[in-house]
C-alpha cells in the first residue's frame, strides 16, 4: 500500500503563489507516475498536471499550462504542484494520486481511472 499526504493549500489574493507538496509512504516503488486533480464546488474531478516518476515526463492541463509546474524530488518521496498566477478559477480542493500502471511513466496518464492512490486533499482558494 501506498499512503499520500497533500500539504501546501490556503486563502490567497489573485496573482499570488502557492506551492503543493505530496509526501508518499509505503510501498513507493509500485509508483510510475503521480498526478495531481482538482475539484471545484459542484463539478467533477479533473486532471491538473501529471509527472513520470522514472523518467520526470510532465504533462499539463491547458487551463493551467504556463502557470503551473509540477515536479518530484525521488529522494523525498514527494511531489511539487507550483501554482503561480493564481486565478479564482482555481479554486478546488487539489489531490495528489499515484498511479501503479507503467505506461503512465512513458505516455502520461491523464484520467482518475488510472491512478490508484489518492491523498485526502487540500484546499486552495483564490479571491479576487
Known amino acids: 500500500q501506498v499512503q499520500l499526504a497533500e500539504s501546501g493549500g490556503g486563502l490567497v489574493q489573485a496573482g499570488d503563489s502557492l506551492r503543493l507538496s505530496c509526501l508518499a509512504s509505503g510501498r513507493t516503488r509500485s509508483i510510475y507516475a503521480m498526478g495531481w486533480f482538482r475539484q471545484a464546488p459542484g463539478k467533477e474531478r479533473k486532471f491538473v498536471a501529471s509527472?513520470?516518476?522514472?523518467?520526470?515526463?510532465?504533462y499539463y492541463s491547458n487551463s493551467v499550462k504556463g502557470r503551473f509546474t509540477v515536479s518530484r524530488d525521488n529522494a523525498k518521496n514527494t511531489t511539487y504542484l507550483q501554482m503561480n498566477n493564481l486565478q479564482p478559477d482555481d479554486t478546488a480542493v487539489y489531490y495528489c494520486?499515484?498511479?501503479?500502471?507503467?505506461?503512465?511513466?512513458?505516455?502520461?496518464?491523464?484520467?482518475?481511472?488510472?491512478?490508484?492512490?489518492w491523498g485526502q486533499g487540500t484546499q486552495v482558494t483564490v479571491h479576487s
Open positions: 509527472i513520470s516518476w522514472t523518467s520526470g515526463d510532465t
Open positions: 494520486a499515484g498511479s501503479q500502471a507503467y505506461y503512465c511513466s512513458t505516455n502520461g496518464c491523464f484520467v482518475e481511472y488510472e491512478y490508484y492512490y
